[in-house]
């Protein structure tokens, strides 16, 4: 693994962006000095809420029964949809789930109300004594079941391009094939909590560890009945996220403010982690079912997948995330005739959420399989087989929704990877490893990723940010995104440190991800306001024009003098020139048709590419990550040190999803995976031994700011080469690749190896 250099962190750089720096919390996060949610200090006479979950996956629901859990000492109130002033149902995209349980309960976990008391445990233990009346009905529990009900969230989807039968019908060989992708819990290390505090005139201040603090606010406002200026929302930082509280902590600041409201006082809302895991969704789990034409050399020639997504009972972001494993099923591939059927299937659990990557690894992940299918069909080495398929320059660049791929470097990226890391070498040695070892096979891929960098909801591609200077010479910005981890306020400071030709130290960024993209370019622009203001302002003092007014470390240089930035700006505030400005910026040259799902949904793609070297062990179907290397595009970079990790922990959480971390509901619909003890994500005993993580070095070709690209989200796409990785492994061991689901357990890989 590489690791930044300290003293390279340290040292002054000319420029503030490009240059690693550390994350502009990380001292205070060592030292237990960042302030979360449940280390803010409480007010007085705050209460604490537990939730009433529903016992059984579907039934109707008459009633409650409170009175064992009213009695408790502590206990003040027990809050249901009786008590929801404003809309019963949550402000979310589909309008289709309800604050609390009304008549039908529809997952087993569903929160039916609240139980109130002096403290925590209290309330925890009153809410257990809570008796709702059910009638049980039979649940849906898989994704299958829903199909063939045509139990959907939202209506099918269908996408095509060419004609993907009559392609079919003329391959010279066609295979077809199944297979299923678990879910995954987002895990973030501060669970979901709000605290919710009533103030003067009916208005609420609400602290939310959330991803989307307007969001959150819009929620509150509606379930109260006011105006959303009502409501005030702030969240300083999060302990993670991963798209868990996108929407889902809205959930959660909804159900505090109205127990607030009830009660008349501050009401905190924590869960524990036991309940985090039964309330909250997760990523979606999906099916597929395909059938793909391909010739001698593995290229394909027609290909018909659906794909299944199990949404849970509300829609919540299925559909924009199920949109977005339709745009990534191409993944790096031409796919030239083509056709998708996207079912978004409604079953009796947890609403499925956002998660890192949205959709695009249940996309990517399924033609990966598909190709390496193809090349142990043909005897053909994986990585020749993904070569031959890959997007072209000047041909086969237009994707199946009718976007042209303008950027691509998979072809260099991917051969400059596959040397760097000695891949056909290691291809061999594991094939003579394997010939002489009974046991223990290896596994080898490189797989690579093309992300698309853009929300496809394209309303929220759009950002605001204000820069304020202050007569001392020190800066503050305050942007719109959040700061869950990514350093995203670390690199705005950067971004803005360098507008204003001041030292890094000297700015402090604020927050309310493309996080830096959008707010990043949106508090680049508000800075270079201010610059322009103070510009001007000596100019006329030197008598030159503004155009030969430089900022550059700490001063502010014409042709005539020199000054210090801070001088600069004391002169200014007394000569009531503006110090402050607001900055805008939203995305440009996308656009698509939700109807037809052609466009350009995407403002550019991010590339990457990965190679793993597994093992596995075919008496028990345990395995090992044994050496990764990465070769990254994230263009110019904002950060180094915070992009590598960002790689890092992005593969990591991937391979988590594809090795160990599996959610398992019984036939009740009760999820039996609800805690560390039996929830596997990965620890630092899983990280390989061997692990490079190189950048690409081209800068971003479309106009983004400091040539730099998102990487929050594409580095996680990279670990499907571990899964690939040991999908070779069971077909050296002469197992049945084709046979093995994700996540690829230990129990999973011993039933492809035919255990």
């Known amino acids: 693994m590489n690791a930044p250099d300290t003293a390279l962190l340290q040292q002054a750089a000319p420029s503030a962006a490009g240059s690693s720096r550390f994350h502009e919390s990380a001292r205070a996060q060592v030292a237990g000095a960042a302030t979360y949610i449940d280390d803010i200090p409480e007010v007085r006479g705050t209460l604490h809420a537990a939730p009433v979950c529903s016992p059984v996956a579907h039934g109707r629901l008459s009633g409650f029964d409170t009175a064992a859990a009213l009695a408790v000492p502590g206990v003040r109130a027990f809050v249901s949809a009786a008590d929801v002033p404003g809309d019963p149902l949550l402000a979310a995209f589909g309008h289709d789930e309800p604050v609390f349980a009304q008549d039908t309960v529809q997952f087993l976990g569903q929160a ?45 989807v269908h996408v095509a391009r060419g004609d993907a039968a009559a392609a079919l019908a003329r391959a010279p060989h066609t295979l077809d094939g199944e297979f299923e992708v678990g879910g995954q819990e987002h895990f973030y290390l501060e669970g979901q909590i709000a605290y919710a505090l009533p103030l003067e005139q009916d208005q609420w201040w609400v602290h939310s560890s959330t991803q989307h603090p307007g969001e959150v606010q819009h929620w509150v406002a509606h379930a109260l009945g006011i105006a959303n200026h009502a409501v005030t929302v702030e969240c300083r930082r999060m302990g993670g996220g991963f798209g868990g509280k996108e929407t889902q902590a809205g959930h959660l600041a909804v159900w505090a403010a109205l127990a607030a409201r009830k009660t008349g006082r501050p009401v905190k809302l924590r869960l524990d982690r036991d ?49 977005r494993a339709i745009f990534h099923c191409d993944n790096a591939y031409f796919l030239e005739d083509v056709a998708i059927d996207s079912f978004r299937c409604k079953t009796n659990t947890q609403s499925h959420t956002a998660f890192r990557g949205f959709g695009g690894p249940q996309g990517v992940i399924a033609i990966e399989r598909i190709l390496g299918d193809i090349a142990r069909h043909l005897g053909l080495d994986p990585l020749q087989v993904r070569l031959r398929n890959l997007y072209g320059v000047d041909e086969r660049d237009r994707t199946h929704y009718d976007m042209q791929v303008e950027d691509n470097i998979l072809e260099p990226l991917m051969t400059t990877l596959a040397q760097t890391a000695g891949y056909a070498a290691r291809r061999a040695a594991i094939e003579a490893f394997n010939a002489r070892s009974p046991v223990i096979k290896k596994g080898i891929a490189l797989t690579p990723v093309k992300f698309g960098i853009s929300f496809t909801a394209t309303l929220f591609n759009q950002s605001g940010a204000l820069v304020h200077v202050y007569t001392d010479g020190s800066v503050m910005v305050n942007h719109g995104g959040t700061e869950m981890g990514q350093g995203l306020n670390t690199k705005v400071a950067q971004i803005v440190a360098d507008e204003l030709g001041v030292p890094f130290e000297r700015v402090m960024a604020t927050a309310a991800s493309s996080g830096t993209d959008l707010n990043g370019r949106a508090a680049q622009f508000a800075a270079r306001h201010v610059r322009d203001n103070l510009a001007a302002f000596v100019a006329g003092l030197d008598g030159c024009g503004a155009g030969a ?21 004391h002169a200014a505030y007394a000569n009531r020139i503006q110090l402050w400005s607001d900055g805008f910026y939203r995305t440009p040259k996308i656009h698509y048709d939700k109807v037809t799902m052609k466009g350009r949904p995407f403002y550019y793609f991010a590339y990457g590419a990965a190679v793993s070297e597994v093992a596995i062990d075919t008496f028990t179907g345990e395995s090992r990550v044994l050496a990764v290397d990465i070769l990254h595009d994230v263009g110019h970079s904002i950060n180094p040190a915070i992009d590598i990790g960002q790689i890092e922990g992005g593969f990591i959480q991937g391979m988590g999803w594809l090795t160990t971390e599996q959610l398992v509901w019984n036939d009740k619909g009760y999820l039996q995976t609800h805690a560390p003890s039996t929830y596997k994500i ?33 580095p996680f796409m990279l670990a499907i080469s571990v899964y690939e990785a040991l999908r070779d492994a069971v077909a050296q061991a002469q197992g049945d690749p084709e046979a093995m689901n994700a996540p690829a357990t230990a129990e999973e890989v011993l039933r492809a190896l035919g255990g």
């Open 112 to 156: 039916m109300g609240l139980i109130v008391a002096d403290d925590v445990m209290t309330a925890r233990r009153a809410a257990r004594l809570v008796k709702p009346r059910i009638e049980a009905l039979p649940p849906v529990l898989t994704v299958h079941e829903a199909h063939e009900r045509q139990s959907y969230v939202l209506p099918p």
């Open 275 to 323: 309940d985090d895991f039964m309330l909250t969704g997760k990523r979606h789990p999906f099916a597929y079912r395909y059938r793909v034409g391909f010739d001698d050399s593995g290229r394909l020639s027609g290909l018909r997948i659906a794909m299944l997504a199990n949404c849970g009972f509300s829609a919540d972001l299925s559909g924009p995330v199920a949109d």
């Open 549 to 569: 007014v430089r900022f550059a470390a700490g001063e502010v240089i014409t042709p005539r003098s020199t000054r210090r930035f801070e001088d600069v700006v």
């Open 682 to 714: 990965p620890t630092a005993g899983d990280l390989p031994p061997h692990w490079k993580v190189d950048l690409w070095p081209e800068a971003n070709r479309e106009d983004n700011v400091h040539g730099s690209k998102a990487v929050g989200e594409p």
